[in-house]
């Protein structure tokens, strides 16, 4: 048993021993003049090596965060197509077959659409009305210069969804408010005359929601998220605030 542990305890000496000479060769290695310009360059190579490495480490994380959006987009497509195709399966046959394109408002009465557009034709063409204005989406460029605080973990998609959003009640409040008020029925006059008194001088001529309107017309939640969606697109110029009389009112810039 004593003749076993001593032959471990030399072979262990003897593997020390061929590691301290290793290492002394090397030394001796670097300190001779013709190698060590091999040395330094294989210390600059390596040097390049690990800030390649560390760019392409980077440019992983940029592509995975491209492949992110570019899948909330997909989705949010796939959502808007099945959304369309449901609609254009399920038309009621008693619509007219030729109607004007725009968006049916919420809790408007469908026959008295009708009647509305069937009016509208037999009238002469009425005068063009001016363009409802839009909030623009925003640009990857301008989604990125947004600080990282505000939009923390928002995507750009998510944002030009709840532009959408926002877009879709300003186009059903201004559709109401270009309505022939006799052609309004009583839900549709009251929402005419709150519009009416939601205006102030500092609104004049600019288009505005406030948030009884985006309940009305949309399915946004009025939460935290919703204010921080706002404060994003505060910064990026595209709405601005008029308070007075209990009411903020979010006027497209």
Known sequence: MAGAELEDL???INEKISHVKIILQLKNIGQDPA??????????????????LNKLELELQYQEHIRNSLRELQESLDRNYKE????????????????QSCVVEPNVNLEEQVKITA?????KPPKEQKPIKEILLLTSDEFDNVPGYMKSRLTCCQINDFIKEINKAVASKYRILHLPKKTMDSSIRNLYHRFIEDETKDTKGHYFV???????????????????LLSILRHCRRLSEVRGGGLVR????
């Open 10 to 12: 030399c072979s262990h």
């Open 35 to 52: 190698l060590k310009t091999a040395f330094w360059k294989i210390r600059n190579e390596m040097t390049l090596l690990n800030d390649l």
């Open 84 to 99: 369309i195709r449901n609609l254009a399966e399920n038309i009621p046959p008693h619509l007219p077959k030729v109607v």
């Open 119 to 123: 009016s509208e034709h037999s009238k």
């Open 210 to 228: 406030v948030e009884a309107d985006i309940k009305e017309f949309t399915n946004l939640k009025i939460d935290k998220r919703f204010h921080v």
């Open 250 to 253: 979010y006027v497209i810039n």
